[in-house]
């Protein structure tokens, strides 16, 4: 859509077509951030994003900024406001109006909308594109792929843009879910005496028993595992890790920026202040008083005890457990429920002035189909509004 609305703004007199193969457009900017959909975030920069190359990724997002993408919005009717982590939402916290302000823009340019035009094949015949549709045959001069990843299948992201791309000469970076809630070991159901508890933690992601990456934020327990932005950004590392027969582990930090021995001395402290209280109601204050109680009868430490009768080894068990859990992780939830798509078309087929291929004259590639993925926060968006922002220019220039 973006891409669309830019190409008309820029060349009014080009000819442009949007082909999408749902009834109603729009499915994933409906439930994106649950409902409210949030359409970019107050700073974006190439550390956002994962997958591809930064200095590629650099080079789009510095040509359509988070300030233009306000200026656009807002001159379509829509204003925005910044909440928590530089989140940027709809003043009226609802999706459906940056969706309608989509709409009311491919209206006012004039692009041919055409819904229910699945695009099943696009092939090269004369210089020119054959598209093959639900619909019957299309014939076009330039042809855009802004068909997503494979998250949200049922939105209409399936992964059919990755056959196309592929088809006309593209390489395909494997993809795995991204963003998507992880799915813990049953055998050990300490989420299941969690469900519904939210708390910040320190998320550790080991790849062959090296730090590959430490993730700071929130944790929601559920009943099938752990959900929350610190899970969702720390899924794809795993997932990738996975792919790639990797060995790959994940270490929970109770209390963030806390080490051993700090803790050691703290829970100490507690100890020798209070010494018939139990350990649950002592960790209590520093944790969720449910996850407290949980943790403890997790690690089989006997919870009608008072401190003073804690043997000191099943204190050290609790500190290594309170700032290294093992996330016991069995797999993703899938692109069912994934919020993105990591991998995609190889970014350097890409020409990142134009986001025309360097393989497939003609043929241009933006979103989410690309081997680039942001964490959560707004940042995916921001990659499609550049990203179409830069194709438009090119298209317009031809």
């Known amino acids: 859509m973006a891409t669309a609305i830019f190409a008309r703004q820029l060349s009014p007199r080009q000819s442009v077509a949007l082909l999408d193969g749902a009834t109603k457009l729009g499915a994933k900017v409906l439930v994106s951030g ?14 956002d994003f994962w997958g591809g190359r930064s200095t590629i990724v650099r080079n789009v997002l510095r040509r359509f900024t988070v300030s233009e993408t306000v200026q656009f919005f807002e001159s379509a009717g829509l204003g ?27 209206s006012r340019v004039e692009v041919r909308l055409l819904s229910n035009h699945r695009v099943q094949a696009v092939a090269r015949h004369d210089g020119r594109f054959l598209l093959s549709t639900s619909q019957g045959v299309m014939r076009a001069q330039r ?29 395909i970076v494997p993809t795995t879910p991204a963003l998507a809630p992880l799915i813990l070991e049953s055998r ?29 934020g929130s944790l929601l327990w559920t009943h099938f595992g ?30 963030p920026a806390s080490t051993f021995d700090a803790v050691d001395t703290q ?11 139990s350990m649950p109601t002592l960790l209590a204050g520093l944790l969720p008083a449910a996850l407290a109680d949980a943790l403890v009868a997790h690690l089989g430490i006997d919870r009608t005890l008072g401190a003073a009768q804690i043997a000191r080894a099943d204190r ?53 189909v690309l081997d680039v993925d942001g964490r959560i926060g707004g940042f995916n968006f921001q990659w499609a509004w550049s990203s179409a922002r830069v194709a438009a220019r090119a298209l317009a220039g031809r």
């Open 34 to 47: 649950g409902g409210r959909c949030n359409v970019t975030n107050a700073v974006v920069t190439e550390r």
């Open 80 to 106: 925005l406001h910044e909440e928590d982590g530089g989140k940027l939402f709809p003043d009226s916290h609802r999706a459906r109006d940056v969706l309608n302000a989509l709409m009311s823009e491919l």
């Open 143 to 171: 042809v855009v792929l802004a068909t997503g990843g494979q998250s949200l299948p049922k939105s209409g992201s399936d992964g059919a843009g990755y056959q196309m791309a592929r088809t006309l000469g593209h390489s």
């Open 188 to 216: 050990e159901p300490l989420h299941s005496r969690l469900t519904g508890v939210s708390h910040d933690v320190a998320l550790t992601v080991w790849i062959d028993d090296r730090l590959s990456i430490r993730l700071q």
């Open 226 to 255: 752990v959900s929350g932005p610190v899970v969702l950004n720390a899924s794809r590392h795993w997932a990738r890790a996975k792919l790639e027969n990797r060995d790959v582990r994940v270490t929970l930090n109770f209390l």
């Open 267 to 277: 829970l100490l402290g507690l100890m020798d202040s209070r010494p018939r209280a």
């Open 316 to 368: 050290r068990r609790l500190v290594h457990a309170l700032v290294e859990w093992l996330v016991p992780i069995v797999g993703t939830r899938g692109y069912n429920y994934a919020e993105a798509t990591a991998g995609g078309v190889e970014l350097t087929e890409i020409d990142p002035a134009t986001m025309e291929s360097r393989v497939c004259p003609g043929l241009y590639l933006v979103g989410e």
